[in-house]
Nanobody, 115 residues
Framework: QVQLVESGGGLVQPGGSLRLSCAASGSISSIYTMGWYRQAPGKQRVLVAIFTSRGTTNIADSVKGRFTISRDNAKNTVYLEMNSPKPEDTAVYHC?????????WGQGTQVTVSS
């Protein structure tokens, strides 16, 4: 069993910045995939950025150059730095973890980009 806790969401203005955090706890594998998805109202949940089990990153074209994913392996934590957010970035952001053949979702944290 793995638990994921996200934090850092909230209201941000265009041109501002925001940093999301996701901490995993429980039965953490030594090899795992971990990253971020988002779901806007009326839309499908889509990948934002993720670390693969190989340590490489996949970043959505829609956020490439603006968002950065990072990690702290000692804390089993991933971060999403959101720079120059746009209104279309408004969504519930969900952390995702997969290891030992099982996947887990965080509860989600709301990010609203508005002036």
């Amino acid at each position: 069993q793995v638990q994921l806790v996200e934090s850092g969401g909230g209201l941000v203005q265009p041109g501002g910045s925001l940093r999301l955090s996701c901490a995993a706890s429980g039965s953490i594998s030594s090899i795992y995939t971990m990253g971020w998805y988002r779901q806007a109202p009326g839309k499908q949940r889509v990948l934002v950025a993720i670390f693969t089990s190989r340590g490489t990153t996949n970043i959505a074209d829609s956020v490439k150059g603006r968002f950065t994913i990072s990690r702290d392996n000692a804390k089993n934590t991933v971060y999403l730095e959101m720079n120059s957010p746009k209104p279309e970035d408004t969504a519930v952001y969900h952390c995702y973890y997969a290891g030992d053949g099982l996947g887990y979702w965080g509860q989600g944290t709301q990010v609203t980009v508005s002036s």
